[in-house]
């Protein structure tokens, strides 16, 4: 049931019969030619791979319109991110009508006289806008909250939940993020787990009901340790934290919180710690427009680095206008996608190896390990790992996977010497 266009590379059709299906799909061109075995999986799991894409949130925040997440569909091709494994086009926050608002266009009626959720006028076709998506081979994704209003003020679900459900999958989205913002109002403070779960269990029931794959992104900023629930209720991916935007600063310290939750990691279930937010990024204080990342360049290897080890959901939500190849380098290394990508959907152990320095490991599915040494402190440091403390016997070859280079062998430990605030990333193979 499906067909490969051999000129886009895009697969379409509709999804094969339950189970694993293994095809061998061949690339040539001028400088030869390259095979490789692909799992396609049909079943009743969504996202067995943490979903990537893009987010509009950190670029465009209230100033979101159809014309920029066209053309983030088209730069998401174009700049080759999507040959990267980009794939979700996501719209946050701010597409629907509000009540009231500092631009004209985005206040109307919430919703038409039969409860019909009514995108604002920057949005004058929703439909018009999956169908340029998809006609990119990518998939789109929309946000709402299950409160009265979204965070910035905008019309939200309460009470329509089926509606909007129903509204989403004919327009054709695939991804919908879930934010609580509001939902407050109908728990009251400091709502018990089984209040935390409901809006989301509604949601999920009625999302798997559509005749359409919609994955649920729950936003709901960690509350009554969603990781633990966050698949039951019917999601795939769960925010673990409140907004990365405002931490940028912090950026280790979050993630460590966020790998603390690795048991739960795993296909079809992914702990999120927020957007890639580097290349030009509007500040989260003032929701201004784009400036050059506050997170300097060595952070930036930090920062995918771990959402990689971590198989973190891998959205990038910087202005996808202003790309140099720099910020390209960081999203689109194949290498360490692979990492973030692997099938077997582990979160990597964190290793404490002082004050200051740790180590992550990552099982992989081919039995090799990713590697990252992370040193936090404000000088260069040597970091040492044992085989004891990275599960290893016997001799490994290693790979260097942001230089995408082989650099040797090892056996019985690894030193490496880490700038500060930096990392050394590799991964490790046993040499037969
Ligand atoms: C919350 C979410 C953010 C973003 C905004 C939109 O703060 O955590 O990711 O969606 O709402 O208003």
């Known amino acids: 049931g499906l067909t490969l266009d051999p000129s886009s590379g895009i697969i379409r059709g509709t999804a094969p019969a339950v189970g694993t299906h293994r095809v061998t799909i061949t690339a040539t061109n001028a400088r030869g030619s390259a095979a490789a075995e692909f799992r396609i999986v049909s079943g ?34 174009r700049s080759g991110m999507a040959d990267a494994g980009y794939q979700y086009v996501s719209i946050d926050d701010c597409w629907m009508n509000a009540p009231q608002h500092s631009d004209p266009l985005r206040v109307g009626p919430l919703r038409d006289a039969q409860g019909n959720i009514l995108p604002n006028t920057h949005f004058p076709s929703m439909r018009g806008l999956t169908d ?38 004919a327009w054709g989205f695939d991804f919908l993020k879930y934010d609580w913002c509001s939902y407050t109002e109908v728990t009251g403070n400091n709502p018990d787990r089984a209040a935390l779960r409901k809006p989301y269990e509604i949601m999920g029931k009625v999302l798997a009901s559509q005749d359409r794959d919609i994955v649920l992104n729950l936003c709901q900023y960690g509350m009554g340790n969603v990781w633990e629930w966050g698949a ?63 997170v ?83 000088i260069d440091r040597d970091l040492t790992a044992s085989w004891s403390v990275l599960g290893l016997q016997g001799t490994h070859t290693l790979r260097d996977l942001w230089r995408q280079k082989d650099i040797g062998t090892a056996a019985g430990s690894l030193t490496y010497r880490v700038p500060a605030r930096g990392v050394m990333f590799v991964r490790v193979r046993p040499l037969h």
């Open 296 to 378: 300097p360049p060595r952070m930036q290897y930090v920062y995918m680095s771990l959402w990689s080890l971590m198989a973190s959901p891998l959205f990038f939500s910087g202005d996808m206008n202003r790309l140099d190849p720099f910020t390209l380098n960081i999203l689109c290394n194949p290498e360490v996608i692979e990492v973030n990508q692997d099938p077997l959907g582990q979160s990597a152990a964190m290793i404490p190896l002082d004050e200051e320095t740790f180590v992550m490991v990552k099982e992989m599915e081919d039995g090799s390990k990713a590697v990252g040494f992370f040193n936090r402190d404000e």
């Open 132 to 169: 340029h998506i998809h006609a990119l081979g990518l998939k789109a994704g929309i946000y709402t909250s299950p409160g009265r209003l979204t965070c910035a003020g905008f019309s939200g679900t309460l009470g329509h939940e089926e509606q909007d459900a129903k509204q989403f999958a």
């Open 44 to 77: 009743a799991t969504l996202a067995l791979t943490p979903p990537m894409g893009w987010n509009h949130w950190y670029a465009h925040y209230n100033r979101v319109t159809d014309a920029l997440m066209r053309d983030a569909a088209d730069v998401m091709v």
């Open 232 to 294: 039951a209720v019917g999601g795939q991916c769960w925010r673990t934290a409140g907004d990365l935007g405002f931490e940028l600063d912090r950026i280790f310290e979050v993630a460590l919180q966020n790998a603390e939750h690795r048991a739960w990691s795993g296909p079809g279930s992914w702990n999120d710690p927020d957007y890639i937010q580097i290349g030009y990024v509007g500040s989260a204080f003032t929701g201004g427009e784009p400036t050059p990342t506050p």
